[in-house]
């Protein structure tokens, strides 16, 4: 496809009714795909996707890339390739202003590591715009959480999390080398690790680290008793894990995470975290070299630089059943950052990439049915159910059966089958099926040529 020639300059947009979506996560880039290749190709509108990113990586899959299992270079999509194939604009930048009387938003200048900038601030017209940027960490103001904990929102703090596991392993492995091991009790210098949350990204993290130490003392550290030298502790405020679901669901996993010589403390607040241990609310310090936060979520800063829109508490958008702002009918908000109405139950729908994934199909259509002087139906979310994966361990399922009061839960291999086809499932939504399977296929015939784990 040829493009006609773009500008970003907001007093010299096309007469295309423009469609700018400002996050490329799960939802903004299945948003981007769908739209341009049916309003876009047909000439009916420009569809302009913004990231500050120039690659997209699966957010479920974070945990995954923290502890070593996948590779992020061999799992990502390039923006700008995926534009050229689906024909949309790719714009790197972050968001940092809308003018909603001019309708034009002012993407910020992008810099290297060394602070040099490499692209300026440019302002993007748009006639409609949407906001899929995901979300941020909530340290629920708990002291020394933002100084001393690390988030797990994005690669790079996968990356940060990963380099600083495997710092720490190494230096403990090489202490036990040198001084040993006596009466089979823990060294000195054992590694202790928590994880402060024990929801569906708080169990699988866990789980993960405690198969990366497994792997990573075949491969590097011989010197490293798994359980013995590595504490994994997965700290988690309600009375039991994964809270949000059925308590059948909860007690299979707390069971499954203690056979994986996890400790497992619920009804535990967090009240302060320091920089190598952790205080809770009953005044007990419990030690840790590395804490992640997997806790809650917010909204990103930034959305308060939208003037006049409303956000709730935790600083989500606030949105219509139609997913636009009721201050601004021309502004749509969806996936982690909105707080959408939820139809089955009062509150919002919770910060999930099935949420985002159906919301965004909603979207395609609804911007079609728009544009065609059509009306336009409310979203009503359809929960497909919910996998949380144990790793090698396997993996649990829970759907809700609409006749029947009780829900169906799966476990083990089926669900471990259910858990990969979601990955799948997103990657045919936005690379189709056929680039899909190639890609799948080259994956996995490359692992035949790497170690399990990434070793450095």
């Given at each position: ?7 970003l300059d907001a007093d010299c947009g096309t007469d295309l009714h423009r469609i700018l979506i400002i996050g490329g996560g799960a939802g903004g880039l299945h948003l981007a795909t769908r739209v341009a290749a049916t309003l876009g190709r047909r000439g009916l509108a420009e569809i302009v996707l913004v990231d500050r990113y120039p690659t997209h990586f699966w957010k479920p899959l974070l945990h995954e890339a923290a502890t070593g299992h996948r590779d992020p ?214 030690p840790s070299d590395i804490t992640v936060w997997a806790a809650g979520v917010a909204g990103p800063a930034m959305l308060k630089s939208i003037g006049g829109i409303a956000l709730n508490a935790a600083n989500q958008v606030i949105v219509t059943d139609t997913l636009q702002t009721p201050d601004d009918p021309r502004i749509f908000a969806f996936g982690d950052c909105a707080a959408c109405p939820s139809t089955a139950k009062s509150g919002f729908l919770p910060p ?105």
């Open positions: 496809m040829t493009h006609a020639p773009f500008t270079a061999n799992h990502h999509i390039e923006y700008a390739a995926q534009a050229k194939r689906d024909g949309f604009r790719f714009v790197q930048g972050e968001l940092t202003h809308v003018d909603r009387e001019q309708c034009v938003a002012t993407i910020g200048a992008v810099r290297d590591a060394d602070g040099i900038e490499i692209l300026p601030q440019r302002r993007v017209r748009y006639d409609s715009l949407v906001l899929s940027v995901g979300s941020v960490t909530n340290f629920f103001n708990v002291p020394g959480a933002a100084q001393h904990a690390l988030p797990l929102e994005n690669v790079e703090h996968a990356e940060v999390f990963r380099r600083k596991f495997l710092a720490a392993c190494t230096k403990a492995n090489h202490r036990i080398e040198r001084d040993g091991v006596r009466d089979g009790v823990p060294h000195a210098g054992a590694v202790n690790i928590s994880v402060i949350g024990a929801g569906a990204t708080g169990v699988e993290l866990a789980a993960a680290l405690r198969h990366a130490i497994d792997q990573l003392s075949i491969y590097r550290f011989h010197a490293l008793d798994p359980e013995r030298d590595v504490r994994i502790r997965l700290i988690e405020g309600a009375a039991r894990v994964l809270p949000a679901l059925d308590e059948r669901v909860s007690a299979h996993t707390d069971a499954a995470l203690r056979r994986l010589h996890i400790d497992v403390v619920t009804g535990a607040r967090i009240a302060e975290v320091g920089s190598d241990a952790l205080v809770t609310g009953t005044g007990d310090t419990l999930r990439a099935q949420v985002a994934h159906q919301q965004a199909l909603y979207l395609g259509d609804a911007f079609a049915r728009r544009l065609a002087g059509k009306p336009v139906p409310g979203f009503a979310f359809r929960d497909a159910g919910t996998v949380v994966s144990l790793g090698p361990a396997g993996a649990t399922f829970q759907t809700d059966l609409g006749a029947r009061p009780r829900a169906l839960i799966v476990n083990g291999f089926a669900a471990s089958g259910l858990y990969r086809l979601l990955y799948r499932k997103h990657l045919f939504g936005v690379s189709g099926i056929k680039r899909a399977v190639l890609e799948a296929l080259g994956q996995w015939l490359g692992r035949a040529n790497r170690p399990s784990i990434k070793l450095h």
